[in-house]
Antibody, heavy 125, light 110 residues
Framework: EVQLLESGGGLVQPGGSLRLSCAAS????????MSWVRQAPGKGLEWVSV????????YYADSVKGRFTISRDNSKNTLYLQMNSLRAEDTAIYYC??????????????????WGQGTLVTVSS | QTVVTQEPSFSVSPGGTVTLTCGLS?????????PSWYQQTPGQAPRTLIY???TRSSGVPDRFSGSILGNKAALTITGAQADDESDYYC??????????FGGGTKLTVL
């Protein structure tokens, strides 16, 4: 059974940093792209970032580019999101998600299938 | 900046059929956008219904189906049930690894 468990959320001041983790199990982690998606309170879903299975390819939404860094440790089956220069508008539940297709090429590799339960990040003074 | 459009709200009668759509502010949606659909109830994580236009995620009943209708992606729910009352989101692939979600559709079953 696929399981994704996020951690690392919390309260941080504007301009601060936070690192989110997502522990994965139930599948061959290194074969699948992984994504982060966030949801501000009362708002819709916003795609944040995706990383290929090997970790060699990463992509970011314009709203976080240059401030957030996605990474993974395939030896630990863990996905990360390093968030720097945090702003009030980054306040959201952050979900990690797994792609449905493994060992593939192209945009279809970065689709989203399984979701974690999310971790709340609050940026406030 | 391309905007992904969805109906803000929709209603369906129990047992009825409803089709939600996902379009682009400019241009037509096709399979190369790998349209996907997600269901979310308040306080819960999203659940994937459909990915890559028409592939149902594991465990999703065949009452949910995806397609391309005209210039939009579509999610059709047949035999609507009370617990289908949720928010529904689509997402489209914009190329270069980038994805954009629609604003979501709030579906009411009454």
């Amino acid at each position: 059974e696929v399981q994704l468990l996020e951690s690392g959320g919390g309260l941080v001041q504007p301009g601060g940093s936070l690192r989110l983790s997502c522990a994965a199990s139930g599948f061959t982690f290194s074969s699948y792209a992984m994504s982060w998606v966030r949801q501000a309170p009362g708002k819709g879903l916003e795609w944040v970032s995706v990383i290929s299975g090997s970790g060699s390819n990463t992509y970011y939404a314009d709203s976080v580019k240059g401030r957030f860094t996605i990474s993974r440790d395939n030896s630990k089956n863990t996905l990360y999101l390093q968030m720097n220069s945090l702003r009030a508008e980054d306040t959201a539940i952050y979900y990690c998600a797994k792609a449905p297709l493994g060992n593939c090429i192209g945009g279809r590799c970065y689709m989203i299938d399984y979701w974690g339960q999310g971790t709340l990040v609050t940026v406030s003074s | 900046q391309t905007v992904v459009t969805q109906e803000p709200s929709f209603s369906v009668s129990p047992g009825g059929t409803v089709t939600l759509t996902c379009g682009l502010s400019s241009g037509s949606v096709s399979t190369v956008y790998y349209p996907s659909w997600y269901q979310q109830t308040p306080g819960q994580a999203p659940r994937t219904l459909i990915y890559s236009t028409n592939t149902r995620s594991s465990g999703v009943p065949d009452r949910f189906s995806g397609s391309i209708l005209g210039n939009k992606a579509a999610l059709t729910i047949t035999g609507a049930q009370a617990d289908d009352e949720s928010d529904y989101y689509c997402v489209l692939y914009m190329g270069s690894g980038l994805w954009v979600f629609g604003g979501g559709t709030k579906l009411t079953v009454l």
